[in-house]
């Protein structure tokens, strides 16, 4: 419960810092998503039940301040944190390389479901293009994102691995 109270903390100062302070110092377009960074990270690093609650929360709380479709963002970040998990468990998650690979079928990914939700769901259909033209301007930051916050998620991964250690003392 701690753990899920933390990443809700955290993913709150993520979500602040990715909606009011990111757009104005790097302008309306594509930005680091840090929120689904978190949610990557949460998937390749936590159990079943307490991250999928987590990166529905992390959704549903992003979109309350940046949605204008409430539920949209809960529904991608659950399917994201869905498939990390389900491949996460078959990678060696001590290799710092998984975070960056998983950060690009993450990002790519976002923006599928992101296009596929939108084409499904909203009146123009537009949306779409704008997405796919911005998705490797996307990644480009998303990587040089995560190779900068790697170190903040390997402090909560050891916080996790220290917990169990101690567990198991």
């Known amino acids: 419960m701690k753990r899920i109270v933390g990443y809700a903390v955290f993913g709150l100062i993520v979500i602040l810092l990715q909606t009011t302070l990111l ?6 377009g594509p930005r680091p998503d840090l929120v689904l960074l978190l949610t990557l990270h949460i998937g390749l690093n936590e159990r079943a039940l307490p991250g999928a609650f987590s990166a529905w929360l992390l959704g549903c709380l992003l979109d309350v301040f940046s949605g204008t479709t409430f539920g949209l963002y809960g529904l991608i970040l659950l399917l994201i944190f869905c498939a990390a998990t389900a491949v996460g468990r078959q990678l060696n998650r001590d290799n710092s390389m998984v975070m960056v690979v998983a950060t690009l079928f993450g990002t790519t990914g976002h923006a599928l479901l992101l296009i596929t939700t939108l084409l499904l769901f909203a009146d123009a259909d537009q949306g779409w293009h ?5 998705l490797p301007l996307q990644l480009l930051f998303n990587l040089l994102a995560v190779i900068v916050l790697s170190p903040l998620f390997a402090m909560f991964a050891g916080h996790k691995q220290a ?7």
């Open 23 to 28: 757009p104005r110092l790097l302008g309306h």
């Open 130 to 134: 704008l997405v796919l033209r911005q």
């Open 163 to 169: 917990t169990a250690r101690r567990v198991l003392s």
